[in-house]
Each structure stands twice: as structure tokens, then as C-alpha cells.
């Protein structure tokens, strides 16, 4: 059976003019080099895009034609034919050891109980999706504010919806996943669906159907749309003023429809009485969180560079707080607080809300964090100790119908526990300990990031005088 080609990038309407890697917060790139770039990238020559892509849409926002060369990268992308690099069987579902499955070895009871009443897939007109990393902070949707959200429904085994997926360019995996979701929300008969993750509601309601011909007979709203109106029709009465400076994380999907779901965020701080500073790299030109820069290489330590200069990028703003609204964004960059030292408070738009309302949000965040590192710190030691856990892997055919998804393996879930007794206790929760994790993580981050971009002839500071440049 031959491959089916996908072909999502629109050279016909490519003038080559250059101006989506000039606009790019990771290359910047003065005109004339720009314009190469982009040919080069077209004609399947060597490319710096396809080095340090890191996922965060802006060449596809600023493109004046429209042409998806963001879309060009992942198609160059979905060529790599050697399986995915191991480090991917984290953020894959089918695979056993991913973050999931290794989270609920560590999740308090009452999450657990969440998470399985979410797994509930019978008929229902109207959902509240949970979104792949929502269930990585379940705690979030406990909140007295968000009553009246319609039923909470969600799994791992819906794969994000193929988000994670789609940014590796892994395209026939999407296709799989994309049959998976039309079956299952055919047979629910769902009406409307209000994404908790607004990344995948972007995911259902632009790219499956406008790449992937998916069907779905639903309207889509993003948890923050639904918030805010709830604030407007006074369903949610703040009690006070919040009075906080606060910067906003867009994430990369935000940046379609024109950046709507970036103003919906603003207008909810605002009404809680915050007002807003800017990151210096802000809406279509938002730096990722960090998390998109493993979908080139799946490096971790790609993930911990990046992710360390978006949170400076937040600290320099001098704000009270940052708020960040998609919750993969909240945990790679509160993961990435915890090792550097960082003291900047990070909030989802619910928790400010809650504060707001005169409760206090459980705010499990940092704990969460310490849990990440200790799964990560079991891939690594796996990756150590098994050549064969090291080579690249290819995922498992996803059928239509839902199946259940490996279980743990009981070493690896002695191991994890172990591994996060150790990071929460006190032999690490003490300030030297954390001082000297920030020290090493700061120099081995910039260390990394010096030789990377000095390696790829890029420049190591950033020039304000850049025409795409926006002020912070």
C-alpha cells in the first residue's frame, strides 16, 4: 500500500519574500538571509528553521500570503524515516513509560477520582474536554468558579487530539488519531465541546478539519471564552480588585483566528482588576514555552533552554505575576521555575478568578513540577542502563475504536516513586540544595545555548533596531 502524501504548504502562493523568517523570534534574520532561507527551505536544501523550529507558529501568523511555511517545516520533518527518537515515548500514549501513566503513580487520591470520571464516553450534547495536559493538572477544574461547565470528559487515550503529534510532522499518525475523534464524538452525538486546553480546541477547530478533512459536527469554545463570559453576565461576581501587574504567555496555537484568544485572556485580567506588561516578545511574535523545542531533535535540554528564556523574558517584565493559560505552557515553564531559582508566581486565567471570587486555588504547580523531573529523571536513567530503550522507536497504528493504553511497568513505577520521595523531601527542599540547582541549571543551559547558536552561525544577542521587533 503506498504512503499517502501529505501536502499542507502552498508554494503556489510563496513569493519568497522572506518576511516569516524575519518575523521568527528564534532567527530573526535580517531580509536578504531570510529570503535564502526560505528558498532553501522549498528547494530541500540545508535549513536553519528545521534546527531551531521550536514550534511557536509566528512565520505561518505573519506570512502576507498565507502560504503555511510553518507547514513546510513539518513536511520536511515528516521525511525523517528512522522511527522517533526515544526521548518521544514520553509524549506518546501508546508507549508505556509516557507522563501520563507515570503521573498517576504519584497523583493524590482526589485527582485520581477525577480523572477516572472524566473517563466517561457515553452520550452527552455538550463537553467540557479536558485536553491532554489538563490531565497533567487536574486540580485546575476542581474550582467552584467553573460551575456550570458541562460535563468534564477526557483521556490519554484521545492523544491531545493529536496536537503533540501534528508539530512533529508525524502526519499519518494524525490521520489515525483524527478517524479516532470523529468515531468517538459521532457516537457520543456531542453538539458543542468547550476545550479546557485551548491548544486543542484550536486543534479541532482549524487544523484537523482544514488539513485532515475531519468532520465534526460540533462547535468548539475555548475555556476562556466561556469564562469570560461567565464574568460578563455576572454568573461569576468578583469580590475585589486583584490590583496585580501581570504579564501574559501566549502559547503558539493562540496565535490562529487572529489572535482572539490572546485579547479573550487580556480582557479577563483585566476585569479582575490587573493590569497587563507585555514580554518583550508578545502575541504572533510569543516566544514558545519551551516545550516545542524538542519536536527538531527531542532534546531535553532544548525544552530547558528555551523554556529558561521565555521565563526571563517574564521576570524582565518586572510584573506581580505571569499568567499563562494553556496548561502545557504552565507546567514546562513551572518546571522550569523550580531549577533556575525562579521566585515570579504563575497563574492559570481559573486560578486568578478564584482569588478574585475569595478563594485560594490549591495551586499545586510546583509540587507537579517536582513529580515531572522525577519521571524524566526515570527516562533518563532508563536511556542510561538500556541500549534498547534508547533507539528510536515507531509508534503503534492507532485503530478508530478506543483501546486501553499500557499500564506502568511495576519497575518503572517503584523507580518514579522512589525518585519523587527524593525531590520532595528535605534532603532537596532546603535552600542550599536549591541554590545550587539553580547555579548548575543556569550554567548548563547557557552554556548549551552559547555553542548551539555559535554552531549555527546565529547571533548570541538579539538586535532591538529589528524591523519586526515589537516594544515590550
Not at 507522563?99 to 464516553?121: C, G, N, R, T
Request: proline letters at 6%; charged letters at 25%.
Amino acid at each position: 500500500m503506498t504512503a499517502k502524501t501529505f501536502r499542507f504548504f502552498r508554494e503556489d502562493l510563496c513569493t519568497r519574500c522572506g518576511d516569516c523568517f524575519a518575523a521568527c523570534p528564534y532567527l530573526e534574520l535580517p531580509p536578504e538571509e531570510a529570503k535564502s532561507e526560505i528558498s532553501s527551505l522549498i528547494d530541500g536544501g540545508s535549513s536553519l528553521a528545521l534546527e531551531v523550529c521550536n514550534t511557536c507558529h509566528t512565520c505561518d501568523a505573519l506570512c502576507p500570503e498565507n502560504a503555511g511555511p510553518y507547514e513546510l517545516v513539518l513536511e520536511r520533518w515528516s521525511k525523517r524515516d528512522q522511527g522517533l527518537p526515544t526521548t518521544a515515548r514520553l509524549v506518546t500514549p501508546s508507549e508505556p513509560c509516557n507522563i501520563w501513566s507515570s503521573l498517576k503513580a504519584l497523583m493524590p487520591a482526589d485527582e485520581l477520582s477525577l480523572l477516572h470520571s472524566w473517563d466517561d464516553f457515553s452520550p452527552c450534547d455538550e463537553i467540557c474536554l479536558t485536553g491532554f495536559y489538563t490531565s497533567v493538572v487536574p486540580y485546575i477544574l476542581q474550582s467552584k468558579v467553573l460551575k456550570g461547565l458541562p460535563k468534564i470528559v477526557g483521556s490519554e487515550a484521545l492523544f491531545g487530539c493529536a496536537g503533540d503529534i501534528y508539530k512533529t510532522g508525524s502526519f499519518t499518525m494524525v490521520e489515525q488519531i483524527t478517524r479516532r475523534l470523529e468515531k468517538l464524538f459521532k457516537e457520543m452525538g456531542v453538539k458543542k465541546v468547550v476545550a479546557s486546553m485551548s491548544a486543542e480546541g484550536m486543534v479541532l477547530s482549524e487544523i484537523l478539519p482544514r488539513r485532515f478533512g475531519a468532520k465534526f459536527a460540533f462547535e468548539v469554545e475555548a475555556l476562556e471564552t466561556w469564562l469570560l463570559r461567565r464574568l460578563q453576565e455576572e454568573k461569576i461576581k468578583p469580590l475585589e480588585s486583584l490590583d496585580l501587574t501581570v504579564t501574559v504567555h501566549d502559547n503558539c496555537l493562540s496565535k490562529m483566528q487572529e489572535g482572539r484568544l490572546q485579547e479573550i485572556n487580556r480582557k479577563i485580567v483585566r476585569r479582575l482588576g490587573c493590569e497587563i506588561i507585555e514580554p518583550r516578545h508578545t502575541r504572533e511574535r510569543s516566544l514558545c514555552c519551551g516545550f516545542g523545542a524538542a519536536a527538531a531533535h527531542y532534546r531535553v535540554i532544548d525544552i530547558m533552554a528555551s523554556g529558561y528564556r521565555r521565563l526571563k523574558e517574564l521576570e524582565e517584565t518586572g510584573a506581580d505575576a505571569a499568567v499563562i493559560y494553556c496548561p502545557a505552557c504552565l507546567f514546562i515553564l513551572t518546571l522550569i521555575k523550580v531549577v533556575a531559582g525562579s521566585s515570579l508566581p504563575l497563574y492559570h486565567p481559573v486560578e486568578l478568578v478564584e482569588m478574585a471570587a475569595g478563594e485560594k486555588p490549591l495551586q499545586r504547580h510546583e509540587r507537579r513540577a517536582w513529580d515531572m523531573i522525577a519521571i524524566i529523571s526515570n527516562h533518563l536513567l532508563k536511556c542510561a542502563a538500556s541500549p534498547a530503550y534508547r533507539r528510536p522507536f515507531k509508534p503503534a497504528y492507532i485503530a478508530p475504536e478506543i483501546t486501553p493504553l499500557p499500564e506502568l511497568p511495576r519497575g518503572d513505577r517503584r523507580r518514579t516513586k522512589a525518585l519523587a520521595a527524593f525531590y520532595h523531601s528535605p534532603l532537596v527542599q532546603n535552600r542550599l540544595v536549591r541554590a545550587l540547582i539553580s547555579f548548575f541549571f543556569k550554567r548548563i543551559v547557557s552554556s548549551y545555548d552559547t555553542r548551539r547558536k555559535r554552531r549555527l552561525g546565529l547571533k548570541l544577542e538579539s538586535t532591538p533596531e529589528h524591523p519586526f521587533h515589537q516594544p515590550g
